[in-house]
């Protein structure tokens, strides 16, 4: 159930150049004009500037704070991870209403004038509050486009794709983001270099003969990544191929038999500093793999090929980026990638 996910890489490249707080639009609070966005299904109307908001989820406050909006924040909750480098001394004065999901009523009491989440789950049912509840109270919600992009998440769990999931789609979670808040030029830089480092990091790169698994979390009924979601983001951008990539669900969760006769060239791992769920941190992934006899003797567990990921990189955020150099960076450092 990764709709929460976590923590640093094995193989750490900065992503310092996503902080651009200094950058253009210097009077973003005098932008007066309506903001109109078609979001998940919902019009969304955003009457002026946020100077009030709340983000709901480690993924949209990241952009926030890169876009450099702490000032106009009233609160963040549900974190995974660390927060991206960089951008501690921002986050360090933003309230943090909750680790987890907040109740309904402590997000009210921060006052918000726009609520964002990474998540459908977080503003529908048996989340923080519906988009209605809010909304009948004049406060306008968001819910990253990446959680609907061809995405189904009805029957409940993380949801299942009809079709891939790009990085565009992240691209535009920004630039939406900066549109709301009155700071294009922030939102145009900040894409900008997303796309820059992608392109480095990708720069000559083939790994068409490597096979990927990615374990986001719990031991006992580990969740995989399906076809279609971030981690696809990261095996296509390398031209790798995700053992689990016949599956379209977003997260299922698979036995260790199956993962072992799969037997994937390297395992990208979750390293989460939640504690939910069982085996959440690398190293008690790591543990895991070398004594489990089902697991102890799969190619990547004897020669230890493991790319650790931060959970918000494993998620469709502009953190994705990042798993993309890391995985590349592990790939080459096996000597696996041409």
Known sequence: MPLARPARAAVLLAAGSLLLAGCGDAQPNTVKAAV??????HEVRVPAAPEHAVSLNQGTTEIMLSLGLADRMAGTATWTD???????????????????N????????????????SFVSTLGKGGVATREQFEKLGVPTYVSPSDCAEKDNSAGGDGTRAGALGIDTIYGEVRDLATVFGVR????????????????????????????LYWF???????????????????????????????HEEWPQINWETVADRDPDVLVIGDLTRESQ????????????????????MD?????????????????????????????AGLREFGLAK
Do not use: W
């Not at 960089?86 to 943090?96: E, I, S, Y």
């Not at 907040?102 to 989440?117: T, Y």
């Not at 030029?185 to 490597?210: C, E, F, P, Y």
């Open 217 to 247: 979390a719990n031991s006992e009924s580990p969740y995989m990544a399906g076809c279609c979601g971030a981690p696809g983001i990261i095996t296509r951008a390398l031209g790798a191929k995700n053992v689990f990539d016949d599956t």
């Open 36 to 41: 109109t966005l078609d979001n998940c299904g």
């Open 82 to 100: 660390p927060v991206m480098k960089g951008l501690a001394k921002a986050n360090a004065t933003v309230p943090r209403i909750a680790d987890d």
């Open 300 to 328: 990547a567990v004897r020669h230890k090929r493991y790319v650790l990921l931060s959970g918000q990189a494993m998620n469709p955020t502009i953190r994705t980026v990042e798993g993309v150099e890391q995985v590349a």
């Open 102 to 117: 907040p109740s309904f009523e402590r997000v009210l009491d921060a006052d918000p004038d726009f609520v964002a989440a």
């Open 185 to 212: 030029k922030r939102g145009d830089d900040l894409v900008a270099s997303l796309q820059r480092r992608m392109t480095k990091a990708t720069k000559g790169i083939d790994a068409s003969d490597v096979t990927l």
């Open 278 to 297: 069982t085996a959440e941190s690398a190293a008690k992934k790591i543990a895991f793999l070398e004594s489990n006899p089902v697991t102890r003797n």
